[in-house]
């Protein structure tokens, strides 16, 4: 009775050893939208993140961005600017996991519903009057969280979920976000349904929104900017 218990013993804690492996010994998150493999490491071009530069050659201005106290120019469409800080600007970022931007708002400016495929993000808000929100997953209802925030408030929108902010006063406002990836990523809704290159279908689209095709090829020929 003793050695069979032992046994179921040593194969649970067999089990668990293997779950730990393999928990572990997951792939690396992408630092990219893709990564396409190459059979001749000569060709390669990229790595998933930044090539790495020898430390030793590494100085105080590989770690340092400058400006991001100056306010940006929000006259456009949708009345925003968002300043990204990532490792494409700030190179001693790479690896680190961390980026951040300042989101510039003129009166009822909006950054519309777009996602982060590769971050979480908190933003707080520095000066201004902002609603914010995210939509979940399909699997959980696509539920709606909003909060109206305000100086000193800060929000947490998780990682590839559609969100928002929107001034709703009627001055300028400021807010700074924090985002967990050297290279989030965004993808604005509109823009990337109807702004790719080359365009959708229209049929696709049509059927998708439940929508006159018309319309469809309306929203198709608008002028989609990084600001959309």
Not at 11 to 19: E, K
Not at 110 to 128: C, D, K, M
Not at 165 to 189: C, D, E, M, R
Request: hydrophobic share 45%; charged share 15%.
């Amino acid at each position: 009775m003793q050695i069979m218990k032992a046994k179921y013993l040593v194969t649970a804690v067999a089990l668990l050893a293997l779950a730990c492996s393999l928990a572990s010994a997951d792939d690396p998150s992408p630092l990219q939208d893709f990564c396409v493999a190459v059979k001749d490491p000569a060709s390669a071009l990229f790595v998933n993140g930044k090539f790495c530069m020898d430390p030793k050659l590494a100085s105080a201005k590989d770690f340092f961005f400058s400006g991001l106290n100056v306010p940006r120019d929000t006259s456009n469409p949708l009345g925003s600017n968002v300043t990204a800080v990532t490792v494409d600007n700030l190179a001693g970022l790479n690896t680190l996991g961390i980026s951040l931007a300042r989101v510039d708002f003129g009166p009822f400016g909006l950054n519309p519903p777009h996602i982060h495929p590769r971050a979480t993000e908190f933003l707080i808000v520095l000066e201004g009057t902002l609603y914010v929100g995210f939509v979940t997953s399909n699997g959980d209802g696509n539920r709606l969280f909003t909060k109206v925030l305000y100086p000193g408030d800060v929000f947490v929108f998780p990682i590839g979920l559609i969100h928002f902010q929107l001034n709703v006063g009627k001055t300028k406002a400021v807010a700074f976000a924090g985002l967990s990836s050297q290279n989030p990523g965004v993808i604005t809704i509109a823009k990337a349904v109807f702004g790719s290159d080359p365009k959708i279908n229209p049929d696709v689209l049509t059927k998708a929104f439940q929508v006159d095709k018309n319309l469809v090829e309306y929203l198709q020929k608008q002028f989609w900017s990084d600001n959309n």
